[in-house]
């Protein structure tokens, strides 16, 4: 069964510095990775995906995240943090047969402080 | 704005009730999916539709039906609620193609007293 590991609750990270949330999968076939944000009392906000091609993935608002098949890993970060991206952050994944079904990670809440 | 609209935002209900949740996808989209977040389940897929049909089915109780219509909102019916069904209910909708992004609402919150 597929499956996404976010294996932090919370990051905490200063503002200026770079940051990363980390993310593993586990599907069976080629994977298609997603990371979402959340903001308080709103919905999910796609940032980016990997579906094939460039391990490094560009998204929204300055983030990126690096595929690596190897370590079965889809890492989010972003070189220089704002006080602003300070949110909930969730992995998912769909098999490349599941009718695009998004199964998610329990998400990472990420604090960056000033 | 995802162009995902969901209604009521807010639904307080008591147990042993019946709620309805309604979902309109963006424009263009044929594929609705239903999710609940708690805070102790996290986000759970419970239903997607495409083009007015069952398509995947995830942890959804029997208590709990959906529905695609031919326009293409979609209704998420609660019956027999219990106090664990407090959750926040999403709705997000997609193209339906092969890794095409979900688009979410911004959630009805169901509160059962």
């Known amino acids: 069964a597929q499956s996404v590991a976010q294996p932090e609750d919370q990051v905490n990270v200063a503002e200026g510095n770079p940051l990363t949330v980390k993310c593993t999968y586990s599907?069976?076939?080629?994977?298609?990775l997603f990371w979402y944000v959340q903001y308080p009392n709103r919905g999910l906000q796609f940032l980016l995906k990997?579906?094939?091609?460039?391990?490094l993935v560009k998204g929204s608002y300055g983030f990126e995240a690096e595929f690596n098949k190897s370590q079965t890993s889809f890492h989010l970060k972003k070189p220089s943090a704002l006080v602003s991206d300070s949110a909930l952050y969730f992995c998912?994944?769909?098999?490349?047969?599941?009718?695009?079904?998004?199964?998610f990670g329990a998400g990472t809440r990420l604090a960056v402080h000033p | 704005d995802s162009g995902v609209t969901q209604t009521p935002k807010h639904l307080i209900t008591a147990t042993g009730q019946r709620v309805t949740l309604r979902c309109s996808p963006r424009?263009?989209?044929?594929?609705v999916y239903w999710y609940q977040q708690s805070l102790d389940q996290g986000l759970q897929f419970l239903i997607q539709?495409?083009?007015?049909?069952?398509?995947a089915k995830g942890n959804i109780l029997e208590r709990f039906s959906a529905q695609q219509f031919p326009d293409l909102h979609s209704e998420l019916n609660l019956s027999s609620l219990e106090l664990g069904d407090s959750a926040l209910y999403f709705c997000?909708?997609?193209?339906?193609?092969?890794?095409?992004?979900?688009?979410f609402g911004n959630g009805t919150r169901l509160t059962v007293t």
């Open positions: 997000a909708s997609s193209s339906g193609t092969g890794g095409s992004p979900l688009h």
């Open positions: 599907v069976s076939g080629n994977p298609y």
């Open positions: 990997y579906i094939t091609g460039d391990n």
């Open positions: 998912a994944v769909i098999s490349s047969g599941g009718y695009n079904k998004l199964i």
């Open positions: 424009s263009g989209d044929l594929s």
């Open positions: 539709y495409y083009n007015g049909e069952e398509r």
